[in-house]
């Protein structure tokens, strides 16, 4: 598919979005993180879902292996790097460092409100 077709034809179909998983380390919810981070990555995973959801699919998950990455990007089934998903998103005049800083922004803020600060 062309980009300027993909771009055209939003909302993408769910098997053509760019997955996004992102693992969430129990430390950054305090010392007791491991009683909350389940909870806190359900929470996430409701209050993101919707954003870019045009052509973006969320997956916020404990990151209970520390040999995975903390992010990770796929489309149509297959691994992208960082690379190829930066090519992704810029059919959609995204940069994906800047996508990765609004992210962690966001899931700051989240973490913020989810711990009641």
Known sequence: MEFSAIKNSLPLPDD??????????????????????????????????SLDSDYIAWNIVPRSNKNLPEMQYSAIGKNMNHSQADKYLAVFGKSLDEFEIHLSDKLAALINEYMGH
Not at 16 to 21: G, H, W
Not at 25 to 34: A, I, K, N, Q, V
Request: proline content about 3%.
């Open 16 to 49: 053509n979005k760019l997955s996004v998983t992102y693992r969430v380390e129990s430390g950054c919810l305090g010392p007791d993180g491991t009683n909350h981070v389940d909870k806190f990555c359900d929470f996430a995973q409701k209050s993101i879902q």
